[in-house]
C-alpha cells in the first residue's frame, strides 16, 4: 500500500524557518523523483512547489519558493525533505508530498493527511 506520512509543520513567524519530512513507502522510492505540493486555501487546487528528480540530478522550484526553499531526498529513509526558509504568510498552507517530478506518477488516489503550516506573528 503506498502510503505518504508528511511532517515538520508549525506555527512560525514572518522570516522563520521549518523543515518537512515526508516518509513513504509502499513503492520503489529511488525509482521515482519526488515532489512537494501545498494547498493554500480551502477548495484550491494543490500547487507543485518543488521537485527533486531520481538521483538528486535535478531539482524544480514554483517561482514564488525559488532561493528559500530547498528540497532534498535521503533513498536509505525512503524520505524526501523541504527546507523553508525566510517564510512569508502566503507561504501559510497544507503541505504534501507524492511521487513524481511533474505530476503524481502513481496517480492521484495517493495523498497523505499532509502537514499545515502557519506563519503569522
Known amino acids: 500500500q503506498v502510503q505518504f506520512v508528511e511532517s515538520g509543520g508549525g506555527l512560525v513567524q514572518p522570516g522563520g524557518s521549518l523543515r518537512l519530512s515526508c516518509a513513504a513507502s509502499g513503492f520503489t522510492f529511488s525509482s521515482y523523483g519526488m515532489s512537494w505540493y501545498r494547498r493554500q486555501a480551502s477548495g484550491k487546487e494543490r500547487e507543485l512547489v518543488a521537485a527533486i528528480s531520481i538521483a538528486n540530478v535535478r531539482t524544480n522550484y514554483a517561482d514564488s519558493v525559488k532561493g528559500r526553499f530547498t528540497i532534498s531526498r535521503d533513498n536509505a529513509k525512503s524520505t524526501v525533505y523541504l527546507q523553508m526558509d525566510s517564510l512569508k504568510p502566503e507561504d501559510a498552507a497544507v503541505y504534501y508530498c507524492?511521487?513524481?517530478?511533474?505530476?503524481?506518477?502513481?496517480?492521484?488516489?495517493?495523498w497523505g493527511q499532509g502537514t499545515q503550516v502557519t506563519v503569522s506573528s
Open positions: 507524492n511521487a513524481g517530478f511533474t505530476r503524481p506518477a502513481l496517480g492521484n488516489d495517493y
